[in-house]
């Protein structure tokens, strides 16, 4: 079992739905980040928090550190959200940065 | 700053062949990430450094791989004798730790392939 479990694994919505993805974690961490990936590679870090909630235009991240668990929600999406959206975590321990597989999103127009 | 850099971008080898692969990170950046991505698959974990220091090695890199970070700023990968199982993007990413993690970022990657 990886140690950073991402849910769904894909998602097609339509424009305007409201977009939630899910991360269960099972380690202690210090950190939680949410990512997004074009097609190409580019990474770009969305949010990085440790505790409650986080607002950035339409993307709102938000953690709950007891159940080890983290959604990043997207409202009003657009064609232009579709991406992977990747959660990784920093261990407790301050060790390497532990990556889930990602959420592949295609939003239709 | 223009952020994290590496290069080269794409690199098609035969197999057999090294390959270096060279990552400049935000200059201030005290901690650096190797990754490697394969298509549908989130980064897996190659190696890290704080400043000059190799802090780990992944189990799953074999002796043909290593990383050097000479000075504490830029980073390079070596990829000695490649395999066609090495094809895959190469990710590197910075961020300055001070006891807590800082906020991640990543350079745009280098996509072997070993033909």
């Known amino acids: 079992k990886n140690e950073v479990e991402q849910s769904p694994q894909n998602l097609t919505a339509q424009e305007g739905e409201f977009i939630t993805i899910n991360c269960s974690y099972s380690v202690g961490i210090s950190a939680l980040h949410w990512l997004q990936q074009h097609p190409g590679g580019g990474i770009v870090s969305l949010f990085m928090?440790?505790?409650g909630k986080k607002k950035h235009g339409r993307l709102i991240a938000t953690i709950n550190i007891q159940e080890k668990h983290s959604s990043l929600h997207i409202t009003a999406s657009h064609p232009r959200d579709s991406a992977v959206y990747i959660c990784a975590v920093t261990p407790n321990r301050d060790d390497k940065i532990i990556f889930g597989k990602g959420t592949r999103l295609h939003i239709l127009p | 700053d223009t952020g994290v850099s590496q290069d080269p971008r794409h690199k098609i080898t035969k197999r057999g062949q090294n390959v270096t692969f060279r990552c400049d990170p935000i200059?201030?950046?005290?901690?650096l990430y190797w990754y490697r991505q394969t298509l549908g698959q989130g980064p897996e974990f190659l190696t890290y450094?704080?400043?000059?220091?190799?802090?780990?090695k992944s189990r799953l890199l074999s002796d043909r791989f290593s990383a050097e970070r000479p000075k504490g700023s830029f980073s390079t990968l070596e990829i000695q004798r490649t395999e066609q199982g090495d094809s895959a993007m190469y990710l590197c990413?910075?961020?300055?730790?001070?006891?807590?993690?800082?906020?991640?970022?990543f350079g745009e990657g280098s996509r072997l392939t070993v033909l």
């Open positions: 928090l440790s505790s």
């Open positions: 200059s201030e950046h005290n901690r």
């Open positions: 990413a910075s961020t300055l730790n001070r006891g807590n993690t800082g906020e991640l970022f």
């Open positions: 450094f704080q400043n000059e220091a190799q802090l780990e």
